[in-house]
């Protein structure tokens, strides 16, 4: 067994002090791997860069000599048996959901980053030891174990958290046979009652639909801030989640949103977390883990972890058609469709998935995601089946056997309970093609009784001219808009007029130039706003909410 040593002599430094045990039996070379990324965000993040003053003891107590064969991979030779000592430091001073933070108020620690792993060791378990009189409520994802928390592998321990603080609220509710617990670092401006009431609600009803829960024992863990912040990660036995400011979580709109992630977190239990194409399972840390699931990752997650609200009657009907609505503006000013399919995108996480990268290159994989899983529900319930359905078969085909999944193989669940409907062709056009779903959407949304409505944008340069601006700087320009050839992205606007058939205009270019133009008024126009309403109750969209 592997055993960390974490200590926190100097809070106010941020630095982690760590000692890992290796336990060796014969001579051998050891190479230990520090991750390059995490779960949940398929991007590198070098976590090597934060790493510092790494040395290596031989039984003896002696220092001996290592080998830094790549960024984040160290090698050194054990040349008897006994048990070897790697020390080092470990900078923890990022505070989002996936990072590490010390202060003289808490110690918070995802061990994906600042864990080595002991490669070619990949079923030994790894034992995990914190213990500071300074921080005396502690929880931790990772099983209880002597005087500390074990691992059964490196992927368990990379999958979990640590937190303690010198206060942590903990609430607790029970559903079937698994306890949720809450805990939360930070000030509490909302009701017990009746936050837990809402966890245990939208909880019970994703769990019906799929059948049972993984584990006995989950954690949702918060990150309560007093500045604005926004972001949630999942685990198999818990999630964090960081939400700023805290005071605003007195008001319903801000509740919304960290019950919103809490929901979407909860259903990555199941997707993601054991649901998951072959290309992640297991996840390598080392290197780039290509995989064109995006869509089902994060757009199937964020399509229902919203919808289990409206299911669950947190939503009304007319308030989970606002949070639809805001996915469907943000989506709709993208035409990324038009050059990269949903596929493609997924695909690209690792190289520009989490930027905004260059005009229209890539689709969103949360909101484009959402908006596919939405229309590909929408399609199965008008032929006797659901989303979540086929979802449930993946958990039982893919996720309860631990077996990943590659997109064919998920796809055919689809073409199984889609009896009469022509799912290739919907593959074919939304997933590997490049239609756009918004289109999709303007007509089959009405089956479930509702209709989207495209109304003229409130800004005449907008809607006359097809320009986004911010503070008076050009953010976007329509690629069918008239100024497309003679306006650029970062032009700041000084005046602007519409008088008949014309728009006028006068920018100021980056390089200094200044200039004045005038258009002609397009009959099109552009960027419009959409809005979700209800028309009527159709026994299909009883059945997609309840």
């Known amino acids: 067994m592997f055993e960390f040593h974490i200590s926190t002599p100097n809070p106010c430094s941020q630095f982690l002090e760590i000692e890992l045990s290796i336990p060796i039996s014969y001579s051998t070379k050891i190479s230990l791997q520090l991750p390059a990324w995490r779960a949940g965000r398929y991007q590198l993040a070098n976590y090597a ?39 080092y430091e470990y900078y923890a001073s990022k505070m989002d959901a996936g990072s590490s933070w010390v202060d003289d108020q808490q110690v918070y620690i995802n061990f994906v980053n600042c864990c080595f792993e002991v490669k070619g060791a990949l079923n030994l378990p790894y034992q995990v030891f914190f213990n500071d009189k300074n921080y005396p409520k502690t929880i931790c994802t990772l099983e209880k174990s002597d005087s500390g928390y074990k691992a059964k592998d490196f992927q368990s321990l ?31 401006p909302f009701s017990k009652n009746d936050f837990i009431k809402i966890f245990k609600k939208f909880t019970e009803t994703q769990i019906r639909d799929f059948g049972d829960f993984p584990e006995k024992e989950y954690h949702f863990i918060f990150q309560l801030l007093p500045y604005k912040h926004y972001h949630g990660v999942e685990h198999r036995k818990g999630t964090v989640i960081t939400y700023g400011p805290a005071e605003k979580l007195s008001d319903k709109v801000a509740l919304a949103d960290l019950i919103g992630v809490s929901s ?3 259903y990555h239990s199941w997707n993601v977390c054991r649901i998951r194409p072959i290309e992640i399972n297991p996840y390598d840390f080392s290197k780039e883990n290509y995989t064109d699931a995006g869509w089902i990752l994060e757009g199937i997650t964020t399509y229902m972890g919203d919808l ?6 947190y939503f009304t009907l007319e308030e989970y058609l606002l949070e639809l609505e805001k996915i469907i503006n943000r989506v709709s000013i993208n035409f990324g469709w038009k050059n ?25 994989i949360y909101a484009n995601g959402c908006l596919i899983a939405l229309a590909l529900d929408i399609s199965l319930l008008n032929h006797g089946s659901s989303l979540p359905e086929v979802m449930k078969m993946a958990w039982l085909k893919f996720g309860l056997p631990q077996k990943g ?23 074919s056009k939304y997933i590997a093609g490049n239609h756009s779903i918004i289109d999709l959407l303007k007509i089959i949304v009405s089956d479930l009784g509702l209709e989207l409505i495209e109304n003229e944008n409130d800004s005449d340069l907008t809607n006359l001219l097809g320009i986004i601006e911010s503070e008076k ?19 700041q606007i000084l005046e602007h007029g519409v ?36 028309n009527q109750e159709t026994e299909l969209q009883k059945i997609w909410r309840t």
């Not at 790494?54 to 220092?63: A, K, M, S, V, Y």
């Not at 590659?406 to 593959?427: A, G, P, T, Y």
């Not at 002609?520 to 959409?530: A, C, H, L, M, Q």
């Open 264 to 266: 979407h977190e909860l």
């Open 499 to 534: 008088s008949g058939s014309k728009i006028s205009l006068s920018i100021k270019r980056i390089n200094g130039q200044e200039l004045k133009l005038s258009f002609s008024v397009p009959k099109e126009r552009f960027f419009p706003s959409y809005k979700l309403v209800v």
């Open 308 to 313: 289990y609200l409206l299911k669950s009657e």
């Open 473 to 491: 700087t050009i953010k976007k320009i329509h690629p069918e808009s008239p100024g497309y050839s003679k306006l650029m992205v970062g032009d």
């Open 158 to 188: 990379a999958d979990s958290t640590l937190l303690a603080g010198k206060k942590l609220t903990n609430w607790k509710y029970q559903v079937q046979e698994t306890d949720f617990h809450i805990w939360i670092h930070g000030e509490v």
């Open 49 to 87: 860069q934060n790493l510092r003053n790494l040395t290596i003891q031989n039984p003896q107590g002696e220092h001996i000599n290592s080998l830094k064969i790549s960024k984040d991979c160290w090698e050194f030779a054990a040349s008897a048996p006994g048990t070897y000592k790697v020390k």
């Open 340 to 364: 990269s399919s949903i596929l493609e995108s997924s695909f690209d996480l690792w190289l520009d998935g989490y930027q905004e990268g260059i005009p229209d290159r890539k689709q969103n």
């Open 405 to 427: 999944y590659r997109q064919f193989s998920f796809w055919k669940l689809v073409e199984r309970v889609s009896k009469n409907w022509d799912s290739k062709s919907f593959f």
